[in-house]
Structure formats: structure tokens, C-alpha cells
T-cell receptor, first 114, second 111 residues
Framework: GAVVSQHPSRVICKSGTSVKIECRSLDFQATTMFWYRQFPKQSLMLMATSNEGSKATYEQGVEKDKFLINHASLTLSTLTVTSAHPEDSSFYIC??????????FGDGTRLSIL | KQEVTQIPAALSVPEGENLVLNCSFTDSAIYNLQWFRQDPGKGLTSLLLIQSSQREQTSGRLNASLDKSSGRSTLYIAASQPGDSATYLCAVKASGSRLTFGEGTQLTVNP
């Protein structure tokens, strides 16, 4: 079945560092990719939606300058957390789908900012 | 604004028991409803997807029902096993591309 690969699975870094997370669709062309954030024991919160070659659409309250999203190709989207601080520590999950198909999810990235 | 609620928040059962997880949503104008499984520290695995025109879907020991008019769905797990222990998330797809998730039911099946 469809596979979405997310890398890295875990990141620990110092405050002020910028961190890039990659999301790849391995066996299908993802016309749309989604980035979610999940706090402990809570559900997924949609951060932004991106279509290949277009600027991402951010949800209300999500800082676009803080969370840079690039959907450069039909198989790759990246989320860069710029100048990360401890409050950015969270579990980030990407999802991808082809036109009119269900979403497939990556395994998530655990980000810990010291 | 669509809101999705899952009850109970946590459930602990002995192995072999049949169980039901509940999901309710406020806006019945949905395209589909999906049940996911999430293991600790992992992403989501899709279990069942029910289109708005369907009333139920089955996969192995899992059966999901949908009553769109009342805004409810249930996930029935038969003969539960310790390997079923996980968090189960319900999500509805309404307008646009957005999935709205519930907060999940954390299931523990004890050997």
C-alpha cells in the first residue's frame, strides 16, 4: 500500500536551532501534503496544507514565519521550525494524498528543544 | 465548525472481550469518516473508511458503523487481543481537504 516516509523520527537540539523535517511519498504522487502537531494525550492539530508548487495554507494561529513549509515536488514536502524554542517541542506528523484519495500518514517526528 | 468527540477517553478490558468505541460529530454534512490506530510515538494507521453513503465497513475483527443523520459512528472490536492496545482516533472529512480528528480513545487490552 501507499507509504509516507518521515525523517528524522526524533530530534533533540538546543534552543535557537532551526530544524528541518522531511516528508516523502514513496509510491505515489502527493498532490497535497498536510502537517500536523500533536501534544501528549491530545489529538492532531492541523498546522498547514500544501499543494505542490504552491504556497502553503496555514491554519489560524500558526506562524508561517516560524513554521516554513516547502512542497517542492510531488513526492517531497519539508517543514522547517525556525529558531526553535522549548515551547516548540512536540510530535509533528505529516500526511500526503493523491487527488481524491485518502490521506496516508508518516510515522511522526518527536522534536525536543532543550 | 465541525467538532468530533470520542467516548470513552480511555478503556481497559481483559483479553477476549468485545468492545465498542464511540465517535460523535456536530456537522452531519460529511464526505466520509475514518477510524485510525495510533501506537505510542508513531503515526496513524488507517483502519476503516466509511463513505457518507455507506452505513458500515468491516475488516477482520473490526466493524465500523456510521449514522450520519445522528452524527455518530462506532468502532466494534471483536475478541480483543493485547496487540489491539493503542489509541484509536476518529476523523471526519467535510468541506475541502480538511480532516477533523477526535481526541482518541486509549485502549488497553490486558492478557
Amino acid at each position: 500500500g501507499a507509504v509516507v516516509s518521515q525523517h528524522p523520527s526524533r530530534v533533540i537540539c538546543k534552543s535557537g536551532t532551526s530544524v528541518k523535517i522531511e516528508c516523502r511519498s514513496l509510491d505515489f504522487q502527493a498532490t497535497t501534503m498536510f502537517w500536523y502537531r500533536q501534544f501528549p494525550k491530545q489529538s492532531l492539530m492541523l498546522m498547514a496544507t500544501s499543494n505542490e508548487g504552491s504556497k502553503a495554507t496555514y491554519e489560524q494561529g500558526v506562524e508561517k514565519d516560524k513554521f516554513l513549509i516547502n512542497h517542492a515536488s510531488l513526492t517531497l514536502s519539508t517543514l522547517t521550525v525556525t529558531s526553535a524554542h522549548p515551547e516548540d517541542s512536540s510530535f509533528y506528523i505529516c500526511s500526503a494524498r493523491a487527488d481524491w484519495q485518502p490521506q496516508h500518514f508518516g510515522d511522526g517526528t518527536r522534536l525536543s528543544i532543550l | 465548525k465541525q467538532e468530533v468527540t470520542q467516548i470513552p477517553a480511555a478503556l481497559s478490558v481483559p483479553e477476549g472481550e468485545n468492545l465498542v468505541l464511540n465517535c460523535s460529530f456536530t456537522d452531519s454534512a460529511i464526505y466520509n469518516l475514518q477510524w485510525f490506530r495510533q501506537d505510542p510515538g508513531k503515526g496513524l494507521t488507517s483502519l476503516l473508511l466509511i463513505q457518507s453513503s455507506q452505513r458500515e465497513q468491516t475488516s477482520g475483527r473490526l466493524n465500523a458503523s456510521l449514522d450520519k443523520s445522528s452524527g455518530r459512528s462506532t468502532l466494534y472490536i471483536a475478541a480483543s487481543q493485547p496487540g489491539d492496545s493503542a489509541t484509536y482516533l476518529c476523523a471526519v472529512k467535510a468541506s475541502g481537504s480538511r480532516l477533523t480528528f477526535g481526541e482518541g480513545t486509549q485502549l488497553t487490552v490486558n492478557p
